[in-house]
């Protein structure tokens, strides 16, 4: 039950999670997905559809990089729409959260 409850928490913030690191750095994929598991325990296989999804969306757009150790680097950076999203989405998650820990206060 806790585990359920879990996820689907995790899968409420996961895009909120990826505009919050694109906003600090472009990035590519698997440094998203790393960064991910290793901060709310995601599993890498969640981030390639949410990526794809927030590309045909607008939020986000990539370019190649060449990389010294192998083939180039598909990374994604914010797109205007992107970086509005994030700080609409941020605005929200503030006053959600407040609003929780609000009601959680009073409920011990």
Avoid: H
């Avoid at 790393?34 to 390639?48: C, F, K, Q």
């Avoid at 999804?53 to 990389?67: A, H, P």
């Amino acid at each position: 039950m806790v585990e359920a409850v879990q996820v689907q928490l995790k899968k409420g913030v996961l895009e909120l999670c990826v505009l919050a690191l694109l906003s600090r750095a472009d990035s590519y994929a698997y440094e998203i997905a790393s960064r991910l598991a290793e901060g709310i325990d995601m599993g890498e296989g969640t981030i390639y559809p949410l990526m794809r999804r927030m590309q045909d969306d607008g939020l986000v757009e990539t370019y190649l990089v060449e990389s010294p150790s192998g083939p180039s680097r598909k990374y994604y950076r914010l797109t205007e729409a992107g970086k509005q999203s994030f700080t609409s989405q941020k605005a929200a998650w503030s006053a959600f959260a407040k609003a929780v820990n609000d009601i959680l206060g009073d409920a011990q």
